[in-house]
């Protein structure tokens, strides 16, 4: 049964990994949809991101079934359960990756974004990458060191939000409010991807050490 067990554990992290590996690839190509005004690729993002829910539904029944089959305790039950939390940061990371193909599709032929705002969006969604490509190593090699880290990297989005808002409520702004709101919401798609990031992190570090962020942190105040 220990065997069992274990090989249920090792195909829900292959499923999460395959997860994470497709929600940074959908990113990638939605932020080359929305910068250059490619149709094609807006329309790739979209189509699969029905592939990730199929994924993350993989996990939900696995996750189900090993609990109903071994009824893990402890540990074991905190590895399962951390497994189902990350699988639904997955899940919504691949959602917005799609919102921001969807921006870009919508405002097809023009770029959803002005030429102002691109080097901020190229910021966001290389912060945004990075966050993605640790998530899927620390998938694969848990590391609470290195999944408290993402929080800085969460912090650098955060400060390129403010330099968005900053350039589009400015008195020059010359672009009007439909594309503001625009830039609006697709900040707020980067930052919230950035955001599910963290928590994976932190699911990660309650994995590892069994105290979530905010109790370790209380202890070492």
């Known amino acids: 049964?220990?065997?069992?067990?274990?090989?249920?554990?090792?195909?829900?992290?292959?499923?999460?990994?395959?997860?994470?590996?497709s929600v940074r690839a959908a990113l990638r190509k939605?932020?080359?949809?929305?910068?250059?005004?490619?149709?094609?690729?807006?329309?790739?993002?979209?189509?699969?991101d029905s592939e990730v829910d199929a994924i993350y539904e993989q996990v939900e029944l696995k996750v189900a079934?090993?609990?109903?089959?071994?009824?893990p305790v402890a540990s074991d039950l905190r590895r399962v359960i951390t497994a189902l939390h990350i699988g639904a940061d997955l899940e919504r990371m691949g959602d917005l990756a799609e919102h921001v193909a969807k921006t870009a599709a919508r405002?097809?032929?023009s770029p959803a974004v002005p030429a102002e705002l691109r080097p901020t969006f190229k910021g966001m969604a290389e912060v945004a990458d990075h966050m993605a490509e640790q998530i899927t190593e620390l998938l694969a090699k848990p590391n609470a060191e290195q999944a408290a880290q993402l929080e800085k990297d969460d912090d650098a989005i955060d400060d390129l939000e403010r330099k968005l808002f900053k350039i589009m409520l400015a008195d020059d702004w010359p672009y009007g409010a439909e594309t503001a709101i625009d830039g609006a919401l697709l900040g707020r798609f980067y930052e919230r991807y950035a955001d599910h990031a963290v928590n994976i992190g932190e699911h990660l570090i309650y994995l590892i050490t069994g105290e979530t962020v905010a109790a370790a942190e209380v202890t070492e105040d």
Do not use: N
Request: hydrophobic share 50%; proline share 2%.
């Open 1 to 21: 049964m220990r065997e069992e067990y274990q090989a249920d554990l090792v195909e829900v992290s292959r499923l999460l990994v395959t997860m994470a590996e």
């Open 30 to 48: 939605a932020t080359s949809a929305l910068l250059t005004a490619d149709l094609e690729a807006a329309q790739a993002v979209m189509e699969r």
């Open 65 to 71: 079934d090993t609990i109903a089959r071994q009824a």
């Open 107 to 109: 405002r097809h032929p």
